[in-house]
């Protein structure tokens, strides 16, 4: 059984660019869930995704979005990249959001914005 | 709102030594909690969760941890550290749904 496959592994980004992530899910599972995670603040929420929807969302500006697809797969989207925005990029899927179920996490996207 | 304190953001453990781990949440329901590991330059792995079933949970690689509602406590434990344990590690709790809260980590160091 495939884990949860992010891509790309790596991406070096210039202020003001903007960035897609992709997450591909554990077949089956349907809710996708996205963190943020650095030195300074840790792992933070930054959405969650069922059946194409967002179901809940952390406190980030509106720069960061996101979407899922049909197949459950999961983007997110960073627009006017700061230099903040260097992080890891960390997608959990879980079967569904209200099944506390484990949540499995992808290897992340390591963002440097320069 | 929840949230997650883990008390020491570094602790050293010689190898074969207990490996004691703190955790304390705050939750306006009764929790699900988790503990997971990350090795360096690579997502996070399940140790354990705590969903009610038993106060006592075992997970893999011989750790386990203790559910105490009275100190609102999960604390992680392991008999006798060894090299491979080196990582941070994360507890988190959750309301039942899939969003998860972390606290900021602690780094478990084994020296030889």
């Known amino acids: 059984k495939a884990g949860v496959t992010q891509t790309p592994r790596y991406l070096i980004k210039t202020r003001g660019q903007q960035v897609t992530l992709s997450c591909s899910p554990i077949?089956?599972?349907?809710?996708v869930s996205w963190y943020q995670q650095t030195p300074g603040q840790g792992l933070q929420f930054l959405f969650e995704?069922?059946?194409?929807?967002?179901?809940n969302k952390g406190n980030f500006p509106g720069r960061f979005s996101g979407r899922q697809f049909s197949n459950s797969r999961s983007e997110m989207n960073v627009s006017t990249l700061e230099l903040g925005d260097s992080a890891l990029y960390l997608c959990?899927?879980?079967?569904?959001?209200?099944?506390?179920?484990?949540?499995?996490f992808g290897q992340g996207t390591r963002l440097t914005v320069v | 709102a929840q949230s997650v304190t883990q008390l020491g953001s570094h602790v050293s453990v010689s190898e074969g030594a207990l490996v004691l781990l703190r955790c304390n949440y705050s939750?306006?329901?009764?929790?699900?909690l988790f503990w997971y590991v990350q090795y360096p330059n690579q997502g996070l792995q399940l140790l354990l969760k705590y969903t009610s079933a038993a106060t006592l949970v075992k997970g893999i690689n011989g750790f386990e941890a203790e559910f105490k509602k009275s100190e609102t406590s999960f604390h992680l434990t392991k008999p006798s550290a060894h090299m491979s344990d080196a990582a941070e590690y994360f507890c988190a709790v959750s309301d039942g749904y899939s969003t998860l809260t972390f606290g900021k980590g602690t780094m478990l160091l084994v020296s030889p």
């Open positions: 959990a899927s879980t079967l569904g959001p209200t099944q506390n179920t484990e949540a499995f």
């Open positions: 939750s306006s329901v009764p929790p699900y």
């Open positions: 077949s089956g599972h349907r809710s």
């Open positions: 995704y069922f059946s194409e929807t967002q179901r």
